[in-house]
T-cell receptor, first 115, second 113 residues
Framework: DADVTQTPRNRITKTGKRIMLECSQT?????MYWYRQDPGLGLRLIYY???????NKGEISDGYSVSRQAQAKFSLSLESAIPNQTALYFC??????????????FGPGTRLTVL | GENVEQHPSTLSVQEGDSAVIKCTYS??????FPWYKQELGKRPQLIID?????GEKKDQRIAVTLNKTAKHFSLHITETQPEDSAVYFC????????????FGKGTHLIIQP
């Protein structure tokens, strides 16, 4: 979905480096999410945000931090990258506005390799 | 928290046959059950979803059934075609998905010509 973008699309970094992955959306959605995908493990929730003042930990938040700079921007940081953080990272968004059920729209993904 | 089990991990069927993928969930509060399709190198995309107040939903060749008592739901694809080859993920969540989705580990569906 072109309305959700992620940068960079690919990144190779070294152990101990700080790295930031960025997500932007033009869908006007309130809620944004970061997931990690590993082969054979599906997608797992790292962090999610309902608005710029509301950040929540997901299933696997250790080693990660996030920043919601604006309604449309949600960044994921690895303060000190380690090899087992090598994975495919997806940002997702969904609308709020009182809707009870909300489809999540995914960005194209960022492939991160930590050497 | 929620735990979602998905089977099988790989499913190979002849073109034109039906495919069934099954998932179970643990949290009785879960009320939203989407299915995503992910083609190689692409992002997951929603193909169908079902809510806890409905037992079955159909969209052309795709259907989903939900058994709340047994805490399981299934994806059915009929008259499979080569373009159905992909990885399929089920997910479950309470609160309609606002707090994020808990995914199964995925099923690699292979359509044999």
């Amino acid at each position: 979905d072109a309305d959700v973008t992620q940068t960079p699309r690919n990144r190779i970094t070294k152990t101990g480096k700080r790295i930031m992955l960025e997500c932007s959306q033009t869908k006007g959605h309130d809620r944004m999410y970061w997931y990690r995908q590993d082969p054979g493990l599906g997608l797992r929730l790292i962090y999610y945000s309902f608005d710029v003042k509301d950040i929540n930990k997901g299933e696997i938040s250790d080693g990660y931090s996030v920043s919601r700079q604006a309604q449309a921007k949600f960044s994921l940081s690895l303060e000190s990258a380690i090899p087992n953080q090598t994975a495919l990272y997806f940002c997702a968004t969904t609308g709020g506005g009182g809707a009870r059920y909300n489809e999540q729209f995914f960005g194209p993904g960022t492939r991160l390799t930590v050497l | 928290g929620e735990n979602v089990e998905q089977h099988p991990s790989t499913l190979s069927v002849q073109e034109g046959d039906s495919a069934v993928i099954k998932c179970t969930y643990s949290d009785s509060a879960s009320n939203y059950f989407p299915w995503y399709k992910q083609e190689l190198g692409k992002r997951p995309q929603l193909i169908i979803d079902i809510r806890s107040n409905v037992g079955e939903k159909k969209d052309q060749r795709i259907a989903v059934t939900l058994n709340k008592t047994a805490k399981h739901f299934s994806l059915h694809i009929t008259e499979t075609q080569p373009e159905d080859s992909a990885v399929y993920f089920c997910a479950a969540t309470a609160g309609g998905g606002a707090d994020g989705l808990t995914f199964g580990k995925g099923t690699h569906l292979i359509i044999q010509p």
